[in-house]
């Protein structure tokens, strides 16, 4: 496995390579994007994954200085995974504009409605943080397929969203959540749980299941609004501080109707200083 750093290094090193599948990362691996490499390496021989903190998609009062940057014990895991290069630029690499501290990006991804609600609400700019490093990235490694998790649903409609606008020649594999025995989605952010934290954690999978069995077992004129609320409030009494949980389409991230087939149930809240979101998308 290969461990490269610059742009110009990187695209001698996959001259003649084809198919290329890519999964685009921050580090601080955890099973779930190990996940990520071997369904990647189902579609390709050659497997790249990056590790790049990106600024542009923190805001001004987030994590950025504190995320774990753990590259060595991360290319371990990556190597026995079976990748095939490691993409760890510097942010000068990634922004040439950069001058130590302004990253000087003036151009950047105009985002469709979906990224200014969920997520996008309560953070504001992170989406284009997002799509334009992802967008970057592609124009980089060039792969025929990129892989991305199912726990950034948002996230993941809006890469969709991204190849198809600008016709990006990639095909976008979807891989399921991964979790931990509890129900817990795996996240770099679970990290910062205490142990006690941890252990209550949970619960923010288990209020999802239960809203889910809610929709699939109710009448037709559900009361979207009021489940919401309901669910928030469970989670409330539960010490969480809820930013949303929301039903919507699968497919477009609008409001879901009755008559809706592809469904997606979504929350966001704080357990102690640690932000977690969740998902779980399923068919009537």
Request: net charge neutral; aromatic share 6%.
């Amino acid at each position: 496995m290969q461990i490269i750093h610059t742009v110009k290094q990187l695209r001698l090193a996959l001259q003649g390579q084809s198919p290329i599948a890519f999964v685009p990362t921050m580090g601080n691996l955890h099973a779930g994007h190990l996940d990520l490499v071997n369904l990647a390496k189902q579609q390709a021989a050659c497997v790249v994954v990056s590790i790049f903190v990106n600024p542009l998609q923190f805001g001004a009062n987030e994590d950025l200085a504190s995320y774990p940057r753990t590259l060595a014990a991360d290319c371990e895991k990556l190597a026995a995974a079976g990748a095939s290069i490691v993409f760890a630029p510097t942010v000068a690499e990634m922004y040439p504009d950069f001058d130590g501290q302004n990253l000087n990006q003036s151009l950047t991804v105009q985002l469709p409605a979906m990224a200014n609600d969920l997520c996008g609400a309560s953070r504001p700019g992170h989406f284009a943080g997002v799509a334009t490093v992802v967008l970057k990235l592609f124009n980089i490694v060039q792969p025929q397929v990129a892989v991305f998790g199912k726990k950034d649903f948002q996230q993941l409609l809006i890469i969709k969203e991204l190849v198809k606008q600008f016709n990006l020649p990639i095909q976008i594999i979807a891989a399921d959540t991964a979790r931990e025995a509890s129900g817990l989605a795996m996240s770099s952010r679970n990290g910062y749980l205490s142990s006690a934290e941890k252990v209550q954690a949970n619960q923010l999978h288990a209020t999802l299941q239960t809203l889910v069995e809610q929709i699939k077992l109710g009448p037709k004129d559900l009361d979207f609004s009021a489940l919401e609320k309901q669910a928030a409030h469970t989670l409330q009494t539960q010490g969480w501080q809820v930013d949303y949980v929301a039903i919507r389409s699968a497919t477009s991230l609008k409001a879901a109707s009755a008559q809706e087939q592809e469904w997606v149930v979504l929350a966001a809240a704080k357990l102690g200083a640690t932000r977690l979101i969740d998902n779980i998308s399923f068919k009537l």
